[in-house]
């Protein structure tokens, strides 16, 4: 959960970034338009991460609960 | 030694920022690659040391992820700019950019992940 919480700054940081990288037009910047898919994915992939993390700690506290009552 | 300009952009020597990139994404494209590490490093402090850096900072904002988020916003911004006043980082191609972007978000998750996982 902590890691969760604080990989969220990083993604704060990388979505700020990225208006920042296609602020002007990338029809003749073949580079900058590379770094922005780059970029949005590093996003993608890391907000999946963070919900496979919650799942995971979601799945955690059930197991927890239903042993205790078992 | 030839030249290039672009609208609203400052003169750009033609051997700096091959990919035509512009300041700004050279700037705060490395301004992220230092925040980012920085910040992973600032997580294993604060934790570390409970009694005096984490005391410090919840009593500067009153809770201590406000005064994180803050420092790590203001550091990606000051950076930033100072990158782009100094000329850091002009030399650089977008995939190198790309690839230390990349690798300092894997590697400050990565710091905070372990920390975690070893704390």
Known sequence: MESKEHIFLLLVLLATLLPVVAWRKLENRPGARTMVIAIAALVIMTSLGMEGAGAVISMGVKTALLSKQV | ?119
Do not use: C
């Open chain 2, 1 to 119: 030694m030839t030249s290039h300009t672009e609208p609203n952009s400052t003169l750009i020597p033609a051997r700096a920022d091959p990919d035509h990139l512009g300041v700004a994404t050279l700037s705060f494209g490395l301004s992220f690659a230092v925040t980012g590490l920085l910040d992973a490093l600032l997580v294993v402090a604060k934790e570390i040391s409970e009694d005096s850096l984490l005391t410090a900072m919840k009593a500067a904002t009153g809770h201590h992820w406000v005064t994180h988020g803050v420092i790590s916003i203001a550091l990606f911004l000051i950076l930033g700019l100072l990158f782009q006043r100094l000329g850091i980082g002009r030399t650089m191609t977008a995939n190198g950019l790309t690839v230390t972007i990349a690798g300092s978000m894997i590697l400050s998750s990565s710091i905070i992940v372990g920390f975690y996982l070893l704390y």
